[in-house]
């Protein structure tokens, strides 16, 4: 090593999903640059992961990053959860639904530190054999309003277990958040275990039940919120790179 050069061997890289999105007349990956930016301020770096991967390509490709975010997007098919399209379902993609459940198994399997935001949480949840409400306005009575903030407002409140991963990480038991999604986790999956809620019940945080696998999961969208000063969501990407460090 130079001298002062950075040693390499202390970087740490967070494998973040990406979307297939359709854009003139071609499939294209892409991912919202507020992950990236939230993952560089906490002092790790993302490297981006394609919707590609089967169990085997999962498994070897965690074995070389540190940590799995999984990002935001599109709604899982409900075939994955058991049901059928009852309701208008928003950019589905069975290619993206499979490689993502790969790697969440294999990061279980492999006790990689995971991070589920927005999507991210609904798909853990269909991995692990739970299910969704398909639509909240629909299929959830006195639901408030989930899917009318901007990414930067913060639209309602959520309640988290005091001894939960999440009001570690947030160092709160009670914020509000952002809420970009219409659907949420109904019955829950094997493994995990609610740790917030909004005021009518709706899910916004949940976590992993076996202490050798960190799995953080929320609803919203966390990294949309950290340029704001102080914001306690910068403490979920601090939580993450602090539990790659411990390990
Ligand atoms: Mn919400």
């Excluded at 639904?97 to 798909?123: F, N, Y």
């Excluded at 709706?202 to 914001?231: F, G």
Aim: glycine share 6%; proline share 5%; aromatic share 4%.
């Amino acid at each position: 090593m130079k001298n002062g050069a950075p040693d390499s061997r202390a970087a740490r890289f967070v494998a973040v999903t990406t979307s297939i999105r359709r854009e003139n007349d071609t499939n294209r990956v892409g991912l919202s640059t507020s992950y990236l930016q939230a993952v560089k301020n906490a002092g790790l770096i993302p490297v981006l992961l394609p919707p590609v991967y089967d169990s085997f390509t999962a498994k070897a490709t965690l074995a070389r990053v540190d940590a799995l975010l999984l990002s935001g997007g599109g709604d899982v098919d409900p075939s994955y959860y058991g049901d059928t399209e009852r309701h208008e379902v928003r950019g589905l993609s069975r290619a993206r639904d499979e490689s993502e459940i790969a790697l969440i198994k294999a990061a279980r399997e492999m006790c990689i530190p995971t991070l589920a935001i927005c999507r991210g949480i609904q798909i853990v949840n269909v991995a692990f054999g739970g299910t969704l409400v398909q639509d909240i306005r629909s299929d959830w009575p006195g639901a408030l309003a989930h899917d009318e903030s901007t990414r930067t407002t913060r639209l309602h409140s959520v309640t988290l277990e005091p001894d939960s991963l999440a009001a570690r990480a947030l160092q709160t038991t009670e914020l509000k958040v952002n809420s970009l999604h219409h659907q949420a986790i109904d019955k829950l999956g094997e493994g995990l275990r609610v740790t917030g809620r909004a005021p009518d019940g709706i899910v916004e945080a949940a976590e992993s039940t076996d202490p050798a696998w960190w799995a953080l999961c929320v609803q919203w969208h966390p990294e949309d919120l950290v340029e704001e000063p102080l914001s306690p969501d910068r403490g979920i990407f601090a939580a993450l790179a602090d539990q790659i460090k411990a390990e």
